[in-house]
């Protein structure tokens, strides 16, 4: 895709997708990601697990700096919310970083 897509996807407890949901349409090279606006689907639909994931154009599955930065603050707000944001996926051209695989979550 020529833009970031951010998709969350809203889980009950036994990690069944309640809803998928399109959070964020960015350009070629960022996404906006707004806390309040992920977390606030996860409280009006009661979901206490979420997975985030979002594309890379450039086809790299690596994650920036800013994707690690901005990872580290929704662990730290959600924890506060009492919600599991189980992974962070990045999407690249044929392959995936799981912030969860690498032990960054």
């Known amino acids: 895709m020529p833009q970031e897509y951010l998709i969350g996807f809203y889980m009950d407890v036994k990690n069944r997708v ?6 964020s349409i960015g350009s070629m090279t960022a996404s906006l990601v707004d806390p309040k606006l992920i977390y606030r689907h996860s409280l009006l639909l009661k979901a206490p697990r979420l997975i985030l994931a979002h594309n890379h154009p450039s086809g790299s599955e690596k994650p920036s ?12 707000a959600a924890q506060i919310m009492g919600i599991e944001l189980v992974d962070h996926l990045i999407v690249g051209e044929n392959q995936y970083y799981s912030f969860r695989e ?4």
Do not use: C, F, P, W
């Open 65 to 76: 700096e800013v994707d690690v930065k901005v990872t580290t603050q929704l662990v730290q």
């Open 18 to 23: 309640i809803q998928r949901q399109l959070l």
């Open 102 to 105: 690498a032990g960054k979550l």
